[in-house]
């Protein structure tokens, strides 16, 4: 049988155990923005802004989530289906405690912390395809690296000014 640790569709174990990961993630980051959205319907005064702000952020990882399916589905590599923890259940006092202080920063630091993990799984996954050769990864990852960037600025952002 010939080696085809250099083709185009092989990805070594380690870099396809951190894409199913990275895939959990996002569909994970989805859930979260999607239940910030419905609690802030539920617990905010200006709830329809927030409402729109966290429904886009979660169609965006869904997004992300279908490009990494995508990307092992193309050289027929099984993203396998996640079994997904509850979201927990501080998130809706974290609310609560918004709506009564109208201090919105914790609920931006909880998307900031969000967003840090995915990037640190993000560039572990770059690493990984580099040391391995895989150049296949090579592209949909820097523009993952890039879209971190702009949702951890984005972020950051929101915490420090609602915080000032």
Excluded at 55 to 67: S, Y
Excluded at 100 to 113: C, G, H, I, Q, V
Excluded at 114 to 123: C, D, R, T, Y
């Amino acid at each position: 049988m010939a080696d085809d640790s250099s083709s185009m569709l092989h990805m070594p174990d380690s870099l396809i155990i951190k894409f199913r990961e990275q895939y959990e993630m996002e569909l994970r980051g989805a859930r979260l923005y999607e239940r910030m959205s419905q609690l802030s319907r539920l617990h905010l005064e200006e709830s329809d802004r927030m409402v729109e702000f966290f429904k886009e952020q979660a169609q965006e990882e869904r997004e992300h989530a279908q490009k990494i399916a995508n990307h092992l589905l193309k050289i027929k590599i099984d993203p396998e289906s996640p079994r997904l923890d509850p979201i927990e259940d501080s998130l809706e006092e974290l609310f609560k405690k918004a709506a009564k202080t109208f201090d919105y920063s914790p609920l931006f630091a909880k998307a900031y912390e969000q967003e840090k993990e995915l990037s640190e799984k993000i560039n572990d996954i770059a690493s990984d395809a580099e040391q391995n050769n895989n150049f296949y990864s090579h592209t949909l990852i820097e523009d993952f690296q890039t879209e971190q960037i702009e949702e951890e600025g984005k972020f950051k952002e929101l915490v420090e000014k609602r915080s000032e």
